[in-house]
Every structure is written in structure tokens, then in C-alpha cells.
């Protein structure tokens, strides 16, 4: 089924149902998937997915929503009309309506759309790297999380007042995940993540070498002591922090009263002037980049904070309207219309004459804890309260040396870290959500096993 | 024998498509397949959200869609999709066919037909219509939510109920035949106080399965007055000291400890992974003797009971530790064909785009022989978990996980609460440390995710005491 049919679907649909306003969103995909134990094919894996997701408005104007994968004329004549059912229990505090720039223009990045290799190819592909990874140092015995995939998808944004958007791309990823032991110590964990249009995109050797040197790095450790240390925090764990709080710039939770900000908030200095941030899904490293969010509008680059001042909320239809700005581009279709941000650019700003910049994770010759990457986000995050306790994978650095951390968390607060930044590295490094340098931190909590 | 005839092209609930599988299983054994299995699915969904004092959001889904697998060796091709029809189903076997590189018939795979329906979904043919009306819910959780506006510190007030229905058609190439019926209804509550710069968060969740009148039941006004005292409790908490310490952990919830660090540990994808390193302890102590652990889907109305597994089989009780003695795995069908280890009713999944794989169902620390005031009095410092958040596991088996709400306890009395408590170890090292358990086991629903999606489990033990851990804090 296409773009254009479905949308015939449910039109022809609601015209019987006698519902006016309508909109949707759809996704149609096909993922193709392999697994291999030891050079063996362990699971393979292809799906076929078509899913909907439904509103009407009722005579009163509030919205029911429903979403099914049943595309038959039955299926859908059930959702619009479970959909209509569910309006009546409507948000009457909250008017939604479509997005007033569900019909503007979108930029589509030009991206060749590629086209499968299919399962048997992937199979060799991922049987070579895994072996390859695995013949790389003799403490690797096994790659336990390992996968490569393929997805053809295509979203659809369409409503009852004649909005239409179509967009098709494919993706591919390629993640390795090595366990490594040595006689009489711990085994250790450590892996690598690309993404790419198309499986010819990914770097694998780079893939296999990442992954490689974070694992065998990692097989000396020691433990560290409790204390308070400063902290270099990588790329990825700097995004990976700002993503999990980013209920601090985000209008619907500041509207349903679980951001650390509050309606007031633009405008206030909430991190170092050094620090700038801006969302920018449109980025041409973005792979998973997409021209409309869930009610059909375009995705643009919207700065966040900066020079340290909260500039921008990102907004969904409805909490623009309270706020009386514009939607951003940030909505996504669930059973309430969520906001989150797509892909965060991290940068110094030109006021960064306190900062400082003898910090450099490469040649810096002090005791600092160097934090890889952050785990176990779900539990150690209260992101309405501020404050964070998380497991890490890092390096404790004395005098030029490093050295693995055996097991430790990191313990803050959202809001000290980033009036505590100290520097902010000159060189900007791409990962897999988004643009960062190392940022360092003048002092966190780390718990370690001494 | 295979029947001959075809009476429909498309899978129908509710009616008879035994005819339709079997030539859809004997097509992929044809093909060489030795073994062929169809997961169907059809659902029907809901949920309500309260916030403050106003529903704001209703929404139904829908679902249909088949999980075939095909087995070659010990090898495994699955393909999901969302087309019923006959040409869909024999096109997916097809798909995984070519998948697993079968290109001519190599099996000796015979296929004798289905065996005679197991329907399990009989007596439950009207839960969907005896469950609450979404009036009834509405009404209940807006109760609830006015409940907690007890004070003004409170700032948000939410209350959310889903209810997930799913009818299951099972088949596969040796010969089971199976439909059944489930009902999963869900109900939580989570506030947030207050008050300068304090915060504090409460929540909690209540579950059931089968009981269609469950909610009708629930007790909102304990449940908003147990979630608001958790959330003043904590509010001008101060952050717990890091260190290496002793804990009493609470019963209900407080068993997730145990379900994330050592019941993963026990399921036979993990050996076959190799990420275990209970996988060559059978029969050895890998435990305190003061624990027994037991995983079952059989406990009436528990959220992680079931009639049968996803792959057709009735789950059994399974002791998997007996006096700190590792007695057995929690195995499904590639468990048993990869590891030798017994299936035993535990292979599950979210829906019919996973594959099953051995996961939990009501896993739960067997009571002992101590009040929880016994466990308490027995430590001078240290800490009491009272309610426990999220936690992870790594590759390496180390965990960790959040404490909600804690208390510190010094020369064997509860004293001031303390918040920002993370618990870290490894299965391993901690399961010796849990030397002594309460006799006031009590199970709490949850939602368990890895790698066949979420599905719903129960997690569960009575007061317990590890001599020593490592608590993060500040």
C-alpha cells in the first residue's frame, strides 16, 4: 500500500463516518536483520510493518486518536470510528488542531536511497567482522551483542484539510559488542555503534577497531576511590546527559509541570556563556535526519541555549499555541503529542575567555576521571528533579597514564554541571545523536568500589 | 496427513484456521525447514491518562500481524508481518527460507498435521466486554488523582490505566495447535511534590492478569495515600553518603533486584550468548543458603502468569535456586535446541514481530524465617531500601539500580530518609551476601524488557538483608 492510497483510505472512510477533520500519520517499513554466534548465523530476521496512527476532531472540536496496523477498509473504519469514540473524552483544557505550517515547504536532504543487500550479504558481512574482531586479541572470546540491519521506511503525514508529506529513506546499522576476559580478573565489556544510509555507507573496519580499542583498553582496570573528581566527560556522554534532561527545553513538560524550567524560563542563564546548543535535525551528518515531525511540520535548526541563555522551548502544535510562538518541528503522534529534540549540536560559544583551555583530554597531565560512555539512563536519571547517578565506562588519568575503572557510578545535578563547566574543547566530534566536543567538569561525584 | 483443502485464504479469529496453518507449516517443511512455527496475533488496546483533574488522553490501537519461524539446524530465520492472507504467510516462510539459505530439501522433518485445538481462550471469550468501560476508568483514575491533592507542595498529580487484550493462535510443525486469550490491565499513579528548591517524586503501579473486574477493585484511595506519604518522605531528603554497606531491601518490588541481577543470568539466552557465569553451575552454590528463587507463570491473577507460552507450552513451576544450589535454567525452544537445557513454558514475547526467547515470568526470592524488624535490628549502619526504582545490567553482569525511597539505619532503628542511593554489584559477588530473608513475600507487577520486546512479569521476594554492597550517592 502507498502515500496515496491509504490517504484515499481514509478519506472515503471519514466521509462515511461523517468526520470532517482527520489526520495522520503513518510508518511503512521493512527491516531486514542478522545475529552470528562464533561464525554461525544465529538469528536472522525480516519484518514488515505498516502501523497508522489516527486523530478526529469531533463537532466540539476535541481530538480522539487510535492507532492500528489492521490497513484493510475494515480496520481503519474502525480505528477513525474508535478514534471518534475516544474524542469524547478529549483534552477540553487543551485545543489541539493541525499544525498551521503542515504545509509549508520542507527541505529533503539529498540522500541516495539505496537499495537492499539482502540477508545472505549481510550475513558475510557481519560473519567477517565478527571474526575479524574477534582474531584481534586472544582476551576477546565472544562479540554477544553484535547486529546488522537494513530498513526501507517511509513516513506519511496527511490531513482532512489537504496537507500531504511523503518521505522515503533507508538506514542501515552495524554494532559490535565484545567481551573480553583474562585469568583471574573480571571480564570486561566494551563495543562500537555506526550508522549509516546504506550498509555500504558504514565504516566497518572503523566499527571493528572502536570496538577493539575500547575492549582491550578496558582489561586493565583498578577500582577508584569515593570522592569528588574533575571529570572530562566524552562527546557522547556530554549528548547523552543534555538528551536526558532535555525536559529543560522542552514546552511540554514545562507545560505539564515536570521540566526544571518553567514558562518564564527564556531568557534565563542556565549553564557557563560558554556553552552554546541548538537542535538541528536537518544536519547533514544527521543519517536518521527527517523533514516533518508527527503533525507534518518541517524540521528546522533551532538554537537552545545560547551564550548560556535558554533561548528556545521546542514545541508541538499545542504548547505553541500557549505559548503563542510557532511549532518547531519537534512532535511526535502518541496517545498525547510528545516533544523531543532530534539531533543536538554542541558548541563553545565566543565568550569563552573563563574557560579553561589547558584542559585538553589528550595532554592534560592531572588527575581527572575521563567518562566514556554513560549506562542505565532509564534508572539513573530524575530528570523532573534535576539530578542523575549513573554507571560509566571511563579511565582514570594520573600524570599522562590511564587507567580502567573497574565499576563506578557518577552522581550530579543537571544544573550545577552546567554552570560547573570549566572547558569546553575546541574540536567538535560526531556520534550517533548528535555534535559534541569533551566538556569538563569542575567537580562530580564518583562512587568506586574503594 | 496434511488436509487437502483450503477453506479460507486469510487467517480469521475466532473461527477455525487449523486447514490454512497446515499448509502454510507443511509449505515451509517442503521447503526443508525441520521445524515450523506461526505466532498469530490480534489486539486490542487502551489506555486513559488523568493529569490533575482532567482525562487528557483516551487512546484505543489496534494490531493484527503473524511471527513465523523456521528452524535449520540450530539455526533460526524469523519474519514478521502484518499480512494474513495465505499468499502473505506462505510468502513470509518463504522469506525466512531463503534467509537460512535452504535450497533444497535436507531435512527429515515430517509433518503429521496439527493435533487436536488446545483452545484455552474458551472461558475467556468475554473478558473484553466485562473489562471497565472507559467511563468507569475515567471516573476512577480522576478520583485518584483528586486524592492526591492532599497539599499545595504537590504540584503534579497523574493517574494512568492501560489494558492490553491479545488473542493468540499458535501452530507449529509439531503439531501444536493452541489459542488463547490474554488480558493485562494496568493502573499508575506518580506525583511530584514541591516545595522551594525540594523535589520529590512518588509513583506506583499496580497490575493484574485475567481479572477483567481488577480495576473495579483497585483501591485508589490507598494506593494515592501510599504514593503521596512516599513523595513527602522524600521531599527535604537529604543525598545518601557513597560507600560500601550493609541493606535490608523491602519485599514486593524490591525483587527486581534479583529479577535484573541473577534472573537474566538464568535464562538460556544468556548462555548461549555467554554472558552468564552461572552457565556451568548447575547443581553448585551459587548462593547464600538462605535463598530459594523460583520462576512460575502460574500464580492465579499475577502479571506475569499465563495459560501457555508463546510457543504453546504451559508453563511450569521452576526452582532455580534451592538453598543457594543452582537447579535449573529458564528455558524456550531455541534454549533447548542451542543449550540441552528443558523448555519449561518461558518462551515469550511482546508481540508477533519478535521471536520468543527464554524470559521471566513470576520470579520471586522464597520466604524465610525473620520479620523485617529482625533484618533491621541485626545492622548498626546502614541503609533501608523501602521502594526501588529502575535498574540495568551489563554485559559483565554488573548491576545497578536506583533507590526511590531510603532510609538510613543506624544500631538496628530506622532514622532519617536519604535520596540519590544507587545500588552496584554483580550477581555474583552479591548473591552469597543475601544472608537473610524475611517471612513476608509479597509480589509487585512490571514490565521487562530485552531482547523478544516487553513483556509483562512479576517481580517479587520478602524483606531481604545483603551483608555488604556498594551504595552511590553523593
Excluded at chain 1, 510562538?325 to 512532535?331: L, M, N, Q
Excluded at chain 2, 507487577?445 to 521476594?461: E, I, Y
Amino acid at each position: 500500500m502507498n502515500a496515496i492510497e491509504i490517504t484515499t483510505k481514509i478519506t472515503n472512510a471519514a466521509n462515511i463516518l461523517n468526520i470532517d477533520k482527520w489526520d495522520y500519520g503513518a510508518s511503512f517499513s521493512n527491516d531486514y536483520s542478522v545475529q552470528v554466534d562464533r561464525g554461525k548465523a544465529k538469528q536472522l530476521k525480516a519484518s514488515q510493518k505498516q502501523v497508522i496512527t489516527l486523530r478526529v476532531w469531533n463537532k466540539k472540536n476535541l481530538v480522539g486518536i487510535t492507532t492500528t496496523s489492521d490497513l484493510s477498509e475494515i480496520g481503519i473504519k474502525k480505528a477513525l470510528e474508535q478514534a471518534y469514540i475516544a474524542s469524547e473524552f478529549g483534552n477540553k483544557n487543551e485545543f489541539t488542531d493541525f499544525s498551521p505550517l503542515a504545509k509549508d515547504p520542507i527541505q529533503v536532504k539529498e540522500v541516495d536511497k539505496k537499495n537492499p543487500l539482502g540477508i545472505k550479504k549481510l550475513l558475510n558481512i557481519l560473519r567477517k567482522a565478527e571474526s575479524q574482531l574477534i582474531d584481534s586479541h586472544e582476551a576477546i572470546k565472544s562479540i554477544p551483542y553484535n547486529g546488522l540491519s537494513e530498513s526501507f521506511f517511509e513516513r506519511i503525514y496527511a490531513n482532512s484539510d489537504g496537507a500531504f508529506r511523503n518521505h522515503s529513506k533507508s538506514q542501515a546499522a552495524l554494532y559490535l559488542y565484545a567481551r573480553a576476559e583474562e585469568k583471574n580478573k573480571k571480564p570486561r565489556s566494551s563495543g562500537s555503534v555506526k550508522i549509516g544510509y546504506g550498509v555500504e555507507d558504514i565504516d566497518i573496519e572503523s566499527c571493528i577497531k572502536e570496538a577493539f580499542q575500547k575492549t582491550v583498553a578496558h582489561l586493565d582496570y583498578s577500582s577508584i576511590k569515593t570522592g569528588k573528581y574533575l571529570v572530562c566527560l566524552s562527546p557522547d556522554a556530554f549528548l547523552t546527559l543534555i538528551n536526558a534532561f532535555s525536559s529543560i527545553f522542552n514546552a511540554r513538560s514545562v507545560i505539564d509541570g515536570v521540566s526544571l524550567s518553567n514558562k518564564n524560563s527564556i531568557g534565563d542563564l542556565i549553564s557557563i556563556p560558554a556553552l552554546n546548543i541548538y537542535d538541528d535535525g536537518l544536519n547533514d551528518k544527521n543519517i536518521s535526519s527527517a523533514p516533518f515531525d508527527g503533525e507534518g511540520t518541517p524540521t528546522k535548526k533551532l538554537s537552545i541555549i545560547n551564550k548560556g541563555v535558554l533561548e528556545n522551548f521546542l514545541h508541538s502544535e499545542s504548547t505553541a499555541k500557549i505559548f503563542n510562538t510557532k511549532p518547531t518541528g519537534h512532535a511526535g503522534l502518541g496517545s498525547k503529542v510528545s516533544v523531543s529534540p532530534d539531533w543536538l549540536v554542541v558548541e563553545r560559544s565566543n565568550e569563552c575567555s573563563e574557560l579553561n583551555v589547558s584542559l585538553d583530554h589528550e595532554n592534560y597531565k592531572g588527575e581527572f576521571v575521563y567518562i566514556e560512555e554513560l549506562n542505565a539512563i532509564h534508572a539513573g536519571v530524575k530528570s523532573s528533579q534535576g539530578s542523575f547517578s549513573l554507571p560509566f565506562d571511563g579511565w582514570l588519568y594520573k600524570n599522562g597514564e590511564k587507567c580502567s575503572i573497574e565499576a563506578a557510578t557518577v552522581a550530579g545535578d543537571i544544573k550545577y554541571l552546567l554552570k560547573n563547566i570549566i572547558n569546553i574543547e575546541n574540536k567538535e566530534e560526531l556520534t550517533t545523536t548528535g555534535i559534541s566536543p569533551h566538556i569538563w567538569i569542575n567537580e562530580l561525584s564518583i562512587t568506586g568500589d574503594e | 496427513m496434511v488436509s487437502s483443502s483450503i477453506k479460507s485464504s486469510e487467517i480469521r479469529f475466532g473461527e477455525c484456521n487449523k486447514q490454512l496453518l497446515e499448509e502454510v507449516i507443511f509449505y515451509g517443511i517442503s521447503l526443508g525447514a525441520d521445524f515450523v512455527e506461526l505466532f498469530i496475533e490480534n489486539s486490542d488496546n487502551s489506555s486513559v491518562l488523568a493529569e490533575e483533574d482532567f482525562i487528557t488522553s483516551v487512546s484505543p490501537s489496534f494490531g493484527k500481524g503473524a511471527g513465523i519461524r523456521i528452524f535449520k539446524d540450530k539455526r533460526d530465520g524469523f519474519v514478521s508481518t502484518n499480512d494474513l492472507s495465505k499468499h502473505g504467510l506462505m510468502r513470509s516462510v518463504s522469506q525466512a527460507i531463503e534467509m537460512l539459505d535452504i535450497s533444497k530439501k535436507t531435512n527429515n522433518s515430517i509433518f503429521d498435521g496439527l493435533k487436536i485445538l488446545k483452545d484455552y481462550s474458551k472461558p475467556k471469550m468475554n473478558w473484553l466486554k466485562e473489562v471497565p468501560t472507559i467511563n468507569e476508568v475515567s471516573e476512577k483514575l480522576l478520583l485518584s488523582t483528586k486524592t492526591l491533592k492532599k497539599d499545595k507542595k504537590v504540584v503534579v498529580r497523574k493517574g494512568s490505566y492501560s489494558r492490553n487484550w491479545q488473542e493468540v493462535i499458535i501452530a507449529s510443525s509439531d503439531g501444536t495447535y493452541a489459542t488463547d486469550i490474554r488480558l493485562h490491565q494496568t493502573v499508575g499513579l506518580n506525583v511530584i511534590a514541591n516545595d522551594a528548591q525540594y523535589r520529590s517524586n512518588g509513583s506506583k503501579r499496580f497490575g493484574s492478569h485475567g481479572i477483567p473486574n481488577e480495576f473495579r477493585l483497585w483501591d485508589q484511595e490507598k494506593a494515592a495515600n501510599e504514593v503521596y506519604e512516599s513523595s513527602m518522605n522524600m521531599l527535604y531528603a537529604d543525598y545518601v553518603q557513597a560507600g560500601q554497606m550493609p541493606v535490608v531491601l523491602a519485599n514486593k518490588f524490591g525483587g527486581v533486584i534479583f529479577h535484573e541481577a541473577c534472573g537474566h543470568l538464568l535464562e538460556t539466552t544468556q548462555i548461549e550468548r555467554g554472558t552468564t557465569p552461572f552457565s556451568n553451575k548447575l547443581n553448585e552454590k551459587i548462593a547464600h543458603k538462605a535463598v530459594t528463587a523460583i520462576d512460575e507463570g502460574l500464580s492465579e491473577g499475577s502479571f506475569g502468569s499465563l495459560s501457555i507460552d508463546d510457543e504453546g507450552m504451559e508453563p511450569e513451576k521452576s526452582i532455580l535456586i534451592k538453598d543457594g544450589i543452582l537447579k535449573k535454567f529458564i528455558s524456550d525452544r531455541a534454549g533447548e535446541l542451542r543449550t540441552g537445557h528443558k523448555r519449561t513454558g518461558s518462551g515469550r514475547r511482546q508481540n508477533y514481530s519478535f521471536a520468543a526467547a527464554s524470559r521471566m515470568r513470576n520470579t520471586y526470592i522464597a520466604k524465610g524465617e525473620y520479620t523485617k524488624e529482625e533484618l533491621i535490628n541485626s545492622i548498626s549502619d546502614g541503609l533501608y531500601c523501602k521502594s526501588m526504582g529502575g535498574g540495568s545490567v551489563g554485559a559483565t553482569g554488573q548491576f545497578n539500580f536506583a533507590v526511590e525511597e531510603g532510609y538510613l539505619i543506624k544500631n538496628g532503628k530506622l532514622t532519617k530518609p536519604v535520596k540519590g542511593a544507587t545500588l552496584i554489584g554483580d550477581a555474583k559477588e552479591v548473591m552469597p551476601k543475601i544472608s537473610m530473608c524475611g517471612n513476608d513475600l509479597e509480589l509487585a507487577p512490571g514490565f521487562c524488557g530485552s531482547v523478544s520486546g516487553s513483556v509483562n512479569v512479576t517481580v517479587g521476594q520478602p524483606h531481604i538483608k545483603v551483608d555488604s554492597i556498594t551504595v552511590g550517592g553523593r
